[in-house]
């Protein structure tokens, strides 16, 4: 009985927390890509820049997101990056398009497999630019709290990151709190 109550505990617990996070995340309306192939998206990408994030405060260099092909269509996100100490840091988890055929609206959910099943856990994801070689990728959430210049290679030329990040400052982004990605 008492682990029940746990059990019961924690899955209230995770719901509370993503109602509130919907409710803070608001309905604003912002572009995305009219399109993505998303077999030409999947791969490795290296990020250039980001807004802080919670899950990310140990990343200090190197970080990459991999994204592959499920059998059930979804899309796995194996996210890296190295610690201060060089220890490798790793947060696997599942996408899913929310905007097909379009494909520029994905959910993403780190939960562990078992509780992915449920309607909460899950962050937005969405490309508001990408050029037509996929070499380079700006994704935004719709509240505007986060961000990610994401690149194939580990170094992008200071035009391109000038010209996405004035672009995620004219979608209404706050950078002044940008992190740039070291990379080693």
């Not at 097909?100 to 994905?106: D, G, I």
Request: glycine share 6%.
């Amino acid at each position: 009985m008492n682990n029940k109550f746990k059990i019961l505990t924690l899955v209230g617990g995770i719901a509370l927390l993503s109602v509130a996070a919907f409710a803070y995340a608001g309905n604003e309306k912002i572009q995305t890509v009219k399109n993505v192939d998303l077999k030409r998206y999947l791969g490795t990408w290296h990020e250039i820049a980001r807004k802080p994030m919670y899950f990310q405060k140990k990343c200090d260099y190197n970080v990459t997101a991999d994204y592959s092909l499920n059998e059930n269509g979804s899309i796995k996100v194996d996210n890296r990056c190295y610690d201060k100490n060089g220890k490798l840091q790793q947060s696997i988890g599942e996408a899913s398009v929310q905007n097909a055929p379009t494909n520029s609206k994905l959910k993403v959910s780190f939960l562990p497999k078992a509780l992915r099943w449920l309607p909460v856990g899950r962050g937005d994801y969405w490309i508001l630019k990408l050029d037509e070689n996929y070499q380079v990728a700006l994704i935004g959430t719709p509240n505007k709290k986060y961000l990610w210049l994401l690149s194939r290679s580990q170094q992008l030329d200071p035009a391109t990151t000038e010209e996405y990040l004035n672009y995620a400052k004219s979608l209404g982004y706050d950078l002044s709190d940008l992190i740039e990605t070291k990379q080693k």
